[in-house]
């Protein structure tokens, strides 16, 4: 509610804003996320299914995202499992207080502040195990408190010659922002114990036992030999979301001793999230141009800060995870992907051009050992099963490898601290990504906008307005398909904004007959009692994003992998300009060079190419209103409505391809039109007025 007092030449306004926000449901689900199941898809090197990269000297080509489809070779599944069923309320309190104050005739100001405070939910751990890696990672579940949410704000308008033809108006203040819920319900409903979001990596189809068979190729094609505890429904390529006993919740396969080489992921919050407010600002003028006429020209802009993010702050290291290929290879282990070595489970002796392997742990950590003069450097280096060393996260060692109950992860750490490895905060992390939502991200926003007016008279009013803007940022949503390219430098982000739009005119006008049905000649009386309003819109395309579609960097995901560009070399895509040369992802922490044996291209490496780099194509579209009213009595009337959206029937593009996958030539369709806006549609309406 609000109070309001005048006195003198101030106008004192006060109030509050009160709101209860309920997610509330009787559904065993509130929030389905990914609880169906889900497989992505991904191009495919011979080596990832298991082929040669060449039979009798001719080259075997590689497979593009929907060929893998058709073979039933998925790069990733993921599933929710567990219950989903969080309920929360959300208070909020907000209070203002300003002042309207005529300061002249020809000045009004306008200052005040609002104060917003959300008592936003957070929630307990399920587990012991959660209680102890939420803080060693500076995350939780829930959204913490922000009180210092006060937020100026001032405005003026001035009428500069006192004759009331020309008005200046300006503003500036700061407006808080209401964080998404869904940030909330994600951090409780993903959080890997009660209801665990489970990720498993590319592999073989296989009947093999246990962890062995566990890849999102035997879960596709209905072949996982599963543990009864899994709750696998072979029939449906998927888990039992809801299986009471199933290993996937509460950590029980840790507690049970069962090794995943992928643990499940989860969506917290980081510990030091704080509320986005923008800082937004404009300058208005606005001036009468003879009878009926104004023109405008108003500058708006706006700074986001704090913007929220998702960033995976426990993405695999690529560095160790190339290094530790390069010694397998070293080793005379035949591997192509870094994700899938596995060290020896008992000594290897050196050959000819090979080094031996020395077991620290078996199946778990070896040392070189006796390597030959080229490789003599590598003496004392170390090969692991990369698994067990959960991808190098920062996190530490997999503790599902450590036994029943954890009780051997201290002996997990040590080799991973004997192996120069990250070693971990100090408690068992039992995931993998930890995608949290973090408040880094900022953006802004410039723009000019010319607008002629013509008020209505004469039977004919219009409207013509066109705006120059540009908006950059470095994060755009929530969502994790939006993560940054390399989660180290979400920096490199920074680019366009995906909503960016330069330019956009738009021309309305309403046109009035000047006859009514009561003149005198019939074309009077024909043309009596018509409106007709069209509307013509032209405005540039928005940026997009070219990808890989295939997971470079080894952050587990190919949904943000970028290439690389070069003047010459490289595929192109004919969709493209021609001077956009794509090359494998190029821009490496550490070129890890892996000898006889190096991967074609480069593992571990981003791409160098920015993101929102490309801009779709124009829209442009002429609407049409003409409509009639005929008049059977003097108190009602019926008006017939036709309206025409895309006269001229113009294609416009609504999304592109945004795929080049720069090993296949063929696959680099980047900027190809993959969608359209509507065509040229009419619609008839029949309106009655009394």
């Not at 549609?681 to 007025?689: C, G, R, V």
Request: one cysteine or more; glycine letters at 8%; hydrophobic letters at 35%.
């Amino acid at each position: 509610d609000n109070l309001t007092w005048i006195k003198g030449s101030h106008n004192f306004k006060l109030g509050s804003d009160t709101n209860l926000i309920q997610v509330r449901s009787k559904k065993s689900q509130i929030f389905e996320l990914n609880f169906g199941g889900i497989f992505d898809f991904g191009a495919l090197t011979p080596e990832d299914i298991s082929l040669p990269s060449a039979f009798a000297g001719v080259a075997v080509p590689g497979l593009t995202a929907v060929q893998a489809y058709g073979l039933g070779a998925p790069s990733v599944f993921i599933q929710g499992i567990g219950n989903s069923n969080r309920p929360f309320n959300n208070p909020t309190e907000g209070f203002f207080l300003q002042d309207s104050w005529k300061v002249t005739p020809r000045l009004t100001l306008n200052y005040g502040v609002r104060y917003d405070i959300e008592f936003s939910p957070t929630f307990k751990p399920g587990t012991s195990m959660n209680a102890a890696a939420e803080p060693a990672l500076r995350v939780m579940e829930g959204i913490p408190r922000d009180t210092n949410n006060w937020a100026p704000r001032f405005a003026l308008a001035w009428n500069p010659g006192g004759d009331g033809k020309t008005v200046i108006r300006a503003g500036y203040g700061f407006f808080y922002d209401h964080p998404l819920l869904a940030i909330a319900f994600n951090s409780t409903t993903a959080d890997g114990a009660l209801s665990s979001q489970l990720i498993s990596g590319p592999g073989t189809p296989t009947r093999a036992p246990g962890p062995a068979g566990l890849n999102a190729g035997s879960i596709f094609q209905g072949v996982l030999n599963a543990d009864p505890l899994m709750g696998y429904l072979p029939d449906q390529q998927r888990f039992d979301a809801t299986y009471a006993d199933s290993l996937f919740t509460n950590q029980d396969f840790i507690s049970r001793g069962f090794p995943i080489g992928l643990l499940p992921f989860t969506l917290p919050v980081a510990r030091n999230f704080v509320f986005a407010y923008a800082q937004q600002g404009n300058l208005t003028i606005e001036r009468e141009l003879g009878r009926d006429y104004k023109i405008t020209a108003t500058y708006s802009y706006a700074h986001g800060v704090h913007l929220n993010r998702p960033r995976d702050v426990n993405t695999p290291d690529p560095t160790l995870l190339m290094s530790n290929l390069r010694n397998a290879l070293a080793a005379g282990l035949s591997f192509s992907n870094p994700l899938t070595v596995v060290a020896p489970t008992a000594n290897v002796a050196p050959t000819a051009g090979t080094c031996g392997v020395a077991v620290v742990a078996p199946q778990a950590l070896g040392a070189l050992v006796g390597c030959p003069a080229p490789l003599a450097a590598l003496n004392g280096q170390f090969v692991s099963t990369a698994a067990v060393f959960n991808f190098f996260r920062p996190s530490g060692p997999n503790p599902s490898f450590a036994g029943p109950g954890a009780a051997g992860y201290p002996a997990l750490e040590q080799l991973a601290q004997i192996a120069g490895y990250p070693a971990g905060p100090g408690a068992p992390i039992p995931w993998s990504s930890v995608d949290q939502q973090e408040s880094s991200g900022n953006s802004s926003y410039n723009a000019f906008t010319l607008a002629v007016s013509k008020r209505f008279s004469d039977n004919f009013e219009f409207l013509s307005s066109w705006t120059y803007s540009h908006t950059i940022d470095d994060s755009t949503d929530l969502q994790t398909l939006l993560q940054p390219q390399d989660n180290r430098n979400p920096k490199a982000e920074r680019s366009s904004s995906s909503f960016d739009q330069r330019h956009r005119w738009v021309t309305s006008a309403v046109f009035l007959s000047p006859f009514k049905r009561s003149d005198s000649g019939w074309y009077r009386k024909f043309l009596a009692d018509f409106t007709v309003a069209p509307i013509i819109e032209l405005s540039s395309g928005r940026p997009y994003s070219v990808l890989t579609g295939t997971d470079f960097n080894f952050d587990l995901g190919a949904n943000t992998d970028r290439p690389s560009v070069a003047s010459s070399g490289g595929v192109t895509s004919p969709y493209l300009p021609s001077k956009y040369h794509f090359l494998p992802p190029t821009v490496c922490d550490s070129q890890i060079s892996l000898g006889p044996a190096s991967l074609s291209p480069p593992g571990g490496c981003t791409g160098n190419l920015g993101r929102n780099t490309f801009i779709r194509p124009w829209f442009t579209e002429t609407d049409l209103r003409i409509s009639r009213r005929f008049y059977p009595s003097e108190r009602w009337n019926i008006e017939f409505i036709a309206d025409g959206f895309n006269m001229f029937n113009r294609f416009n593009v609504g999304d592109v391809n945004p795929l080049c996958d720069p090993t296949n030539p063929s696959a680099c369709l980047a900027g190809q039109p993959t969608a359209a806006l509507d065509p040229r549609q009419f619609q008839l309406a029949l309106k009655i007025n009394w």
